[in-house]
């Protein structure tokens, strides 16, 4: 988190390319094409792009409230970001 917001400071954007990770036939593709040895608790956890470019679009995700068994039904809403 902290490269990603030196980054974002600097006016530089990342795009994580999260699935690489978590995807074990895809992590395995990638560390054998990196040259990657992974070996006790070593682990490639991290792939990201970055660079220069105008504001990347917004990601569009499923409101919060979506996601729970009992959404909460006192204070702020979970699908609105709160705004001061």
């Known amino acids: 988190m902290r490269i990603w917001l030196f980054f974002s400071e600097r006016g530089v954007h990342l795009h994580p ?5 978590t995807n074990p036939a895809s992590h395995a593709e990638f560390v054998k094409a990196a040259g990657i040895h992974e070996s006790g608790n070593r682990m490639a ?40």
């Open 17 to 21: 390319f999260g699935t690489v990770i």
């Open 45 to 84: 956890w991290m792939l990201f792009r970055f660079g220069f470019s105008s504001t990347p679009p917004a990601a569009h995700r499923r409101p919060a409230a979506s996601t729970l068994l009992n959404p909460l039904s006192e204070g702020p809403s979970l699908q609105e970001p709160l705004i001061e």
